[in-house]
């Protein structure tokens, strides 16, 4: 199984936009806050990469998966994911 | 630990354990995994049902049955009150104890339970899929089988490993927020449904009672409304002002995948049964009934392909569920989309003017009548699907 790895679990690091992938993929631009999350599967059910482990009391973004499609973001009942935006980041790649 | 069998069931909802149940009655092997510690724990459901629906499938267990309901009150953005005949009546559900009882009568039928059993992944085999991989109390461990049944709900990734493609669209997400108010004062046998763009957009708000002063009350509202204001906002709002003085039991997230039902339900040895093959009423988003139906047709199905060593006998349950079920879910969804585009004064014009009807003809067809002047083509749709015009 391919471990994902989520913004929130690199901790007070840098911020979202100044991480930059070696590999040239797709930067996570998605956070989950901690403890907000009440593992329903919404997030799940729409997300079109399969990006997102969901166990019962767990949760993960793949992020070799993820696509930063926001789709988890806007459906999720409590508010449990934050999309940050590049903004004035230009080298998202 | 025996680790093969004739089928392996992914998720002990109510879809799960009526597969397992009917497969087992018949002979077969199964083992069903369920994901959570508890079977039936945590609720994520309003738990309302019509008897008619239940007692087709299942003898019902009077200790299953919170409330019975007897009447709806639909109140539209505007605030007038339409309380149609509903033409017989219906049950809140314990879905605690509803679940845990379908997972044992499966036990009693011969299928094997474990809980706490998270699977990951399919394992490649010669014709299909061999069986799962999944984890336990920290360990990853493998189960083989004949045929794999996907009821994982809303999450449906089983199938998505299989390659069929069950992403629900974000428009026909509803993404729920409910709670149990203890406290609250309601009329026992009465289903209440809110309607409007500030109160639960493109969807709607439920109280409906369990009896002792409890209600759940719940929103759900599509993926795309969800974009402005999530769901457990518009339930927050609703409930300090409606129910002050309640407190809740249990506040609890959840989606509902209100589509047409998916095109494939079974690829080589993989079929999806319940939410995870998008088999929600889209009109109501109820999902208990419609999901055992499929599960009694697919368990059926499954006990004679096996019997037969024939997995194409498998191609005989969507056939069976789209000939009823699935051609009215398709367009149960076409009208959702529909009355979805309605504007909060014309969802008043409707209650006025089903108010304006005599009491007797204040019925569930008759509010439909009424709605069905405001968008021709949707009577059309009617007429194939019920016959009526």
Known sequence: MVQGRTVSQVGNGPSPCSITSMKGAVVLLIEILPNTCDFCGCCVGVCPEDAIELEEAHIEIIEERCTNCAKCVWVCPFEVFVFHAPGKCKEVV | ?389
């Not at chain 2, 994520?44 to 629906?53: I, K, L, M």
């Not at chain 2, 709806?72 to 009546?89: A, K, N, T």
């Open chain 2, 1 to 389: 630990m025996r680790d093969l069998w004739d089928v392996i069931v992914v998720g002990a909802g109510p879809a799960g354990s009526t597969v397992a149940r009917i497969a087992a009655s018949h002979g077969a092997s199964v083992l069903l995994l369920e994901k959570d510690r508890d079977v039936g724990v945590p609720v994520r459901c309003g738990e309302a049902v019509s008897n008619r629906s239940l007692e087709r499938i299942v003898e019902i267990d009077e200790r299953w049955i919170a409330a019975t309901i007897r009447r709806f009150r639909l109140v539209s953005p505007g605030g007038y009150v339409v309380e149609p005949d509903i033409g017989g009546f219906g049950y809140v559900l314990e879905r605690r104890i509803f679940d845990y009882d379908l997972a044992r009568l499966a036990t009693e039928a011969g299928a094997h339970v474990r809980t706490k059993c998270y699977v990951n992944a399919l394992i490649e085999g010669d014709h299909g899929w061999s069986g799962v991989r999944y984890s336990s109390n920290g360990k990853q461990l493998e189960a083989r089988a004949r045929i794999i049944v996907g009821a994982d709900g809303v999450e449906s990734r089983v199938g998505k490993w299989a390659g069929i493609d069950t992403t629900t669209h974000l428009r026909d997400m509803e993404t729920c927020a409910q709670m149990t108010l203890s406290n609250v004062d309601l009329e026992d046998d009465v289903c209440e449904f809110h309607f409007g763009n500030n109160v639960a957009p493109m969807g709607y708000l439920w109280v409906f009672p369990k009896g002792h002063g409890v209600a759940n009350v719940g929103v759900g509202i599509s993926g795309m409304a969800s974009k402005k204001k999530h769901a457990l906002r518009f339930l927050e709002e609703f409930v300090s002002k409606r129910f002050p003085q309640s407190s809740a039991l249990t506040t609890i997230a959840g989606g509902v995948p209100c589509a047409p039902t998916l095109d494939t339900l079974v690829r080589n040895n993989v079929v999806l049964v319940g939410d995870a093959a998008h088999q929600v009423n889209p009109m109501t988003g109820g999902g208990i009934t419609s999901g055992m139906l499929a599960a009694q047709i697919a368990g059926e199905v499954i006990a004679d392909s096996l019997k037969r060593d024939d997995l194409a006998i498998l191609n005989d349950y969507p056939k069976r569920w789209n000939k009823d079920h699935g051609a009215k879910h398709r367009t149960y969804h076409r009208m959702k989309t529909a009355v979805y585009k309605f504007p909060d004064e014309t969802l008043d014009e409707i209650a006025t003017n089903v108010l304006a009807l005599k009491e007797d003809k204040r019925t569930i067809w008759g509010v439909f009548k009424v709605a069905l002047r405001h968008h021709p083509s949707l009577v059309w749709e009617m007429v194939k699907t019920f016959g009526l015009s």
